[in-house]
């Protein structure tokens, strides 16, 4: 069983908004390649903001700190998160900069490619922390600089961070010892090895606290164990790491040790890639009890 739904804690999400535009095609383009589309689809997207939505679905509180341009991306993309419940006083809204773009192609086993202009969010700078905070959970499409600002405003916080799009960590923010959430190749890029269980134990020497690593379809990894997902029907694997990762916080937050939030998350990142989009198919605590029992 996951830790119980109802608990005080707040989740403080500091990192990326975007406006994800989504082509689904029978395979994905090789290098110069063009291929014919079959759909188009326009969705609030941004790792940090799926991972905010996934935590906040899952019963937990959660305040967005982040960046979007004066422009309908970016009025959409906040709505979408107060949608969700989600606090938004934190969100800037710049008019000298555009709403940060994703964009992603899916193919019809459900795998994607995506390229990301960052606008907005390139110009996050010094991200404030609110005092309730539990948990704040920081991404990498936002500069090292609000990164590192945010870490420094968690104080004693604990910190849960998504090393994505992996790019070499500053030596702050490692001696923070946050928790990490790479998936595979990002942990090997981090550490410098070839596999995911060498890297996960590399990273934890590094930073004194635990490292979960997501393997896709073979679930995650954590302290030496792999965590299998539930079997389940693949449309769009999109959102499925944010999804990880914002469960895996909730967790956290709700009092789960690492090894029974890494398996809460495994289900809900699993359950999430039922339906097209980052967001569509993000669960409610109920179907990851469901998919656990």
Do not use: H, W
């Not at 899916?106 to 005092?131: C, F, K």
């Not at 030596?171 to 090997?188: K, Q, V």
């Not at 937050?253 to 967001?279: N, V």
Request: proline letters at 6%.
């Amino acid at each position: 069983m996951s830790a119980a739904a109802e608990n005080t804690g707040r989740i403080v999400v500091v990192g990326s908004l975007n406006a994800d535009l989504t082509i689904y095609c029978e395979r994905l383009p090789q290098p110069g390649e063009t291929v014919q589309g079959n759909g188009f689809a326009v969705n609030p997207g941004g790792k940090s903001a799926n991972q905010a939505v996934a935590a906040a679905r899952l019963g937990t509180s959660v305040a967005f700190v982040g960046a979007v341009g004066d422009d309908d991306f970016g009025a959409d993309a906040v709505a979408a998160l107060e949608r969700e419940g989600i606090d938004c006083s934190g969100v800037a809204r710049l008019d000298d900069a555009p709403t940060g773009v994703a964009l992603i192609a899916v193919d019809e086993a459900g795998e994607n490619q995506i390229a990301v202009a960052s606008g907005a969010n390139a110009r996050l700078a010094s991200p404030a922390v609110p005092p309730e905070a539990c948990i704040v959970l920081l991404g990498l499409e936002v500069p090292d600089e609000a990164v590192l600002a945010a870490a420094r405003a968690a104080g004693d916080v604990r910190i849960v961070l998504n090393p994505a799009p992996a790019r070499p960590l500053p030596d702050e923010l490692l001696d923070r010892g946050p928790i990490l959430t790479p998936n595979e190749a990002e942990a090997c890029a981090l550490a410098g090895e070839r596999d995911a269980e060498a890297a996960a134990r590399a990273l934890e020497q590094r930073t004194g606290a635990p490292v979960v690593v997501t393997l896709g379809a073979r679930g995650a990894l954590v302290s030496g164990e792999v965590i299998a997902p539930p079997p389940v029907q693949v449309v769009d694997t999109t959102g499925a790491g944010d999804t990880f990762t914002g469960a895996l916080a909730a967790e956290l937050t709700a009092g789960a040790d690492i090894r029974a939030a890494a398996r809460f998350a495994t289900a809900a990142a699993a359950l999430s890639t039922q339906a097209a989009g980052a967001r569509e198919g993000m669960p409610d605590r109920a179907a990851v009890e469901r998919a656990l029992a």
